[in-house]
């Protein structure tokens, strides 16, 4: 059982940034693949950022250039670092962990956070 919980979130004015933090714990298995989604109100959730650790990440072609994930894995902890806010970025960001069983091809265990708001004003 592990559990995610995202932090780091707020009202921020656009072209500003925002540092936000995934802490996981509770569990013995280490997590292979961290990332952020978000979802804002009538939309569907979608990917923001995934890192396999220590071998790939990947962006959404909206956020390229402005966001990064990174990990700390001695802590569990993923990053995302959010720079050059744009209104369109506003939305419920929610942190993922998945845990392979043993490539990242093959089957996998997700876990989700409940959420952190991200509001960028005009």
């Known amino acids: 059982q592990v559990q995610l919980v995202e932090s780091g979130g707020g009202l921020v004015q656009a072209g500003g940034s925002l540092r936000l933090s995934c802490a996981a714990s509770g569990s013995g298995f280490r997590l292979n693949a961290m990332g952020w989604y978000r979802q804002a109100p009538g939309n569907q959730r979608e990917l923001v950022a995934r890192m396999i650790i220590g071998y790939s990440t990947e962006y959404a072609d909206s956020v390229k250039g402005r966001f990064t994930i990174s990990s700390d894995n001695a802590k569990n902890t993923v990053y995302l670092q959010m720079n050059s806010l744009k209104p369109e970025d506003s939305a419920v960001y929610y942190c993922?962990?998945?845990?392979?069983?043993?490539?990242?091809?093959?089957?996998?265990?997700?876990?989700w956070g409940q959420g952190t708001q991200v509001t960028v004003s005009s």
């Open positions: 993922k962990g998945e845990r392979f069983y043993s490539d990242l091809h093959g089957p996998r265990i997700e876990y």
